[in-house]
């Protein structure tokens, strides 16, 4: 399936399930097509439409969105390629628990109410 096929499949909320490793390959596939920040918002966007149509919109997280598009944008930007190559050389994307962004926030605070309503940046 091509990038395209993925964010149009997405965005009409065409997956009986979502899991990490599908925002992951989604992700990466609006990365590839857009800029960051239209990337970003039109991500954000299907991704609260997801939930709320599954009937769970309070599993929605601002911070975990954001950063994890933030870190696929960079290491994109720093090596850019096919998604075989890029995961094979960033498998730490698909870890869930512990996850990448361990290495950039505590505990407390992705658990935060705070940071499940808007971006926090790491500390």
């Not at 989604?26 to 970003?40: D, G, I, N, Q, S």
Request: hydrophobic share 45%; charged share 25%; with cysteine.
């Amino acid at each position: 399936m091509s990038d395209a096929e993925l964010v149009a499949r997405f965005e009409r909320g065409d997956f009986d399930e979502f899991r990490h490793a599908d925002h992951v390959r989604v992700a990466f596939a609006y990365l590839r097509t857009m800029p960051l920040l239209e990337a970003l918002g039109r991500f954000t966007a299907a991704l609260r439409r997801f939930a709320a149509a599954q009937g769970k919109p309070q599993l929605y997280h601002e911070t975990i969105t954001w950063a994890f598009l933030m870190i696929i944008h960079e290491r994109l930007q720093r090596a850019p390629a096919e998604w075989e190559t890029f995961i094979r050389d960033n498998g730490d994307l698909l870890q869930w628990k512990p996850s990448v962004l361990d290495a950039y926030y505590r505990a407390e605070v992705l658990q935060s109410e705070l940071a499940r309503r808007i971006f926090v940046l790491p500390c």
